[in-house]
């Protein structure tokens, strides 16, 4: 994601809990995530390491819309687009390395 913003979600190991966010770098963000960097967040306090779900965008304004779209939807939408993409809810921290 050279340009523009991303969507991401995460989770926690068993599922559970699942967190939508929107950045300007995705990497950053998840290593932030992964490295527990703000000890007071939701993300922390869950134990979400696990990113299951990404897209990213032309610009930070589509990434926006879209992260509200996701927020606004039940947790049953949530897990169907995480199926569309990811369907072993494996761990996607690898991929977005090699991005």
Known sequence: ????????IMTNYSNTVLYTGVTNDLIRRVTDHKDGKNLNSFTYRYNLKKLVYFE???TIEEAIAK????????????ENLINSLNP?????WEEILKW
């Open 67 to 78: 992260e509200k779209q996701i927020k606004g939807g039940s947790r049953k939408k949530k």
């Open 88 to 92: 072993e809810w494996k761990d996607l």
């Open 56 to 58: 990213s965008f032309h």
């Open 1 to 8: 994601m050279k340009k523009g913003g991303g969507i991401y």
